[in-house]
């Protein structure tokens, strides 16, 4: 069997010295590297490394290697291309079409898949003209690993993290061996997410916790896996949001009854509907038009939300498959799993989602616990980890489910 060859194209950030381990990474896979790096790299790692790492001599400048034609041999022997790290100014070359050196020039010859591991500064990523490079090369096929959230160069913080070289590796492999990476492709999936706000007045509102990255980790996963995504993003901050795919087509909601009318309308052609949205058991009867004023006590009449869920579950369309979440917490009755169990035979989902909640889990930027089960409470499934690691174990789940049914 062919050996695979990834292009592994170093380009000049400080998190060059990181793609090291994604090197060691892909050879102890058995995977045929060439480094590629850009002449700003070699800054901050030097040609030398990239070749003992690599085991194959390493060329910088369009010219090298003009006998062997080395600028249009590079790109066409290639399996896949890795950019790591991809900073804003190569994507924005590559976007453009520039060829300006060797890597820019042989990611133009290449017509095997691009995966691109972005790193800079959060501001570079949030500026209006990254955000259009990034669409423009999603647009084109390029698909991304990351970036992720948390401490950037100096005291910085935010996103704009390469991923780690682990999760990099993996991807790559993933993407060569074509395991559970196109299993969605063609397929319309609706995904709410965040948390829904009642009105109390024109100022104040009734909220919960959530903060929607489970909602953006399963979009993304969803996209890497083939399928085309609309999210529905109830009140989502932007620093999560900036975390999306930007294939991803976004539909932004505000209660519980715009999330349901949202849903609603969604689910006439979507193929899967997840509803990993915290949505409001309960709105105010009584809200008022104008601001509350301060004057005693204030009774508000709550009144019961539509089950969003269990309509969608009931009126699905043949071969459509409805996915829904329970936050549970424990209590004197039973336990968060329990709870998570008599829910799923009640709403009448495919799946459910069962994970624990509170002020220091679930919620937020923190790694999670999920449990999948089906209609009847009976688990399919179980992971740990990141919001990441748990949106691709419940698309494995919806994969098999679809197998199955």
């Not at 910085?156 to 299993?183: C, F, H, K, N, Y």
């Not at 923190?366 to 740990?384: K, L, M, P, Q, S």
Request: charged share 20%; glycine share 10%.
């Amino acid at each position: 069997m062919k050996t695979k060859r990834v292009l592994v194209g170093v380009t000049g950030g400080i998190a060059a010295y990181k793609v090291a381990g994604v090197v060691r990474g892909l050879r102890k896979a058995g995977i045929d590297v060439v480094v590629v790096p850009t002449p700003n790299s070699l800054d901050f790692v030097g040609a030398t490394t990239w070749e003992a790492l690599s085991g194959n001599p390493v060329h910088v400048h369009t010219a090298e290697g003009a006998d062997e034609v080395v600028h249009v041999r590079t790109g066409q022997e290639a399996d896949l291309v890795l950019i790591a790290p991809a900073t804003a100014n190569t994507m924005a070359k590559i976007a453009s079409g520039v060829a300006d050196n060797l890597l820019t020039a042989s990611v133009l010859v290449a017509t095997c898949p691009v995966l691109m591991a972005p790193a800079m500064h959060t501001e570079m990523w949030n500026n209006r003209a990254t955000q259009a490079n990034v669409a423009t090369l999603a647009a084109r096929g390029v698909e991304f690993i990351g970036p992720e959230s948390g401490r950037l160069t100096g005291q910085d913080s935010g996103i704009g993290r390469m991923s780690e070289p682990e999760t990099i590796v993996q991807a790559v492999l993933d993407r060569l061996d074509g395991e559970d990476v196109q299993d969605l492709a063609g397929l319309k999936v609706a995904i709410s997410a965040g948390g829904t706000r009642e009105p109390i007045d024109p100022v104040r509102f009734i909220a919960n916790r959530s903060t929607g990255r489970m909602g953006v980790a399963l979009a993304n996963e969803a996209v890497r896996r083939g399928a085309n995504v609309v999210l529905i993003a109830a009140n989502i901050d932007a620093s999560v949001m900036a975390e999306l795919d930007p294939a991803v087509q976004i539909t932004p909601v505000g209660s519980a009854l715009d999330l349901q009318t949202a849903m609603i309308e969604q689910a006439e052609h979507a193929d899967v509907l997840i509803m990993s949205a915290a949505v409001s058991d309960f709105r105010v009867d009584n809200a008022s038009d104008t601001k509350m004023k301060r004057d005693g006590d204030l009774t508000l009449r709550l009144i019961e939300n539509p089950d969003i869920l269990a309509g969608l579950a009931r009126e699905k369309r043949p071969g459509q498959i409805v996915v829904g979440f329970a936050a549970e917490t424990g209590d004197g009755d039973a336990d968060y799993l329990e709870h998570g169990r008599r829910k799923a035979r009640r709403k009448g989902a495919d799946l459910l989602v069962i994970n624990k909640v509170g002020e220091t889990a679930g919620f937020g930027a923190v790694d999670t616990a999920v449990t999948i089960v089906d209609r009847d409470g009976a688990t399919v499934a179980e992971a740990a980890g990141t919001k990441a690691d748990a949106a691709t174990a419940i698309f494995d789940s919806i994969a098999t489910y679809r197998k199955t049914t």
